[in-house]
């Protein structure tokens, strides 16, 4: 009998062990270009951008990272997840790229006056997929002086290497990406 409670427990603990999945947290990283500076003195010359929202559809909205292993489906992790929610660093990481992109611009999260271009940005798709790439794609939408400019968006890289670590590092490349993309569009009016 205490055979078998030994190796019940033994069995047991092994179990436990080998089901104990860690959650693994991530945060969009900044490029170097893209760290906070300090501004001087606002002037009638500077110009002005409000990046108003970043919106993101419900199936990004949890904290789970998604991941498309087909052409229509999705699984959205349960242990590789979000540090802080998915619009809120997609919008800091794209007011910090515009700050670095955009000299002489004060980009900002709050609105800065009634002479600020406005930036409203729909993300529809930020994942990885089953091929080794990631996705991002949407669609932005700027004020300017009364004029409304509407520019849709489709990036898709190739992961460096496997795993989240490589997938998070390529989204956020392909989401710099495409704030250059904006960054030329807004320096442009």
């Known amino acids: 009998m205490k055979k078998?409670?030994?190796?019940?427990f033994v069995a047991a603990t092994l179990t436990a062990c080998s089901s104990e999945v860690k959650d693994t947290w991530y945060q969009l990283p900044m490029s170097a270009a893209a760290q906070p500076v300090a501004q001087g003195m606002i002037n009638q010359s500077t110009r002005l951008l409000w990046v108003e929202?970043?919106?993101i559809p419900d199936y990004l909205a949890g904290n789970g990272v998604v991941y498309q292993t087909?052409?229509?489906?999705?699984?959205?992790a349960k242990n590789n997840l979000w540090a802080s929610p998915l619009d809120q660093q997609l919008r800091n990481t794209l007011v910090a790229n515009l700050s670095a992109m955009l000299p002489g611009w004060?980009?900002?999260?709050?609105p800065l006056g009634s002479q600020q271009d406005v930036l409203?940005?729909?993300?529809?798709?930020?994942?990885?997929r089953y091929d080794?790439?990631?996705?991002?794609?949407?669609?932005?939408?700027?004020k300017h002086e009364g004029q409304l400019t509407k520019r849709p968006f489709h990036i898709e890289l190739k992961q460096q290497q496997d795993g989240y670590d490589a997938m998070v590092k390529a989204l956020a490349q392909a989401w710099q990406q495409e704030a250059g993309s904006i960054a030329s569009n807004v320096g442009r009016l």
């Open 4 to 8: 078998w409670l030994s190796l019940a």
């Open 53 to 55: 929202q970043v919106v």
């Open 70 to 76: 087909t052409d229509v489906q999705y699984v959205i």
């Open 106 to 110: 004060v980009v900002s999260s709050q």
């Open 120 to 128: 409203s940005v729909n993300v529809t798709g930020f994942q990885g």
């Open 132 to 142: 080794g790439h990631v996705v991002v794609s949407g669609e932005w939408l700027l």
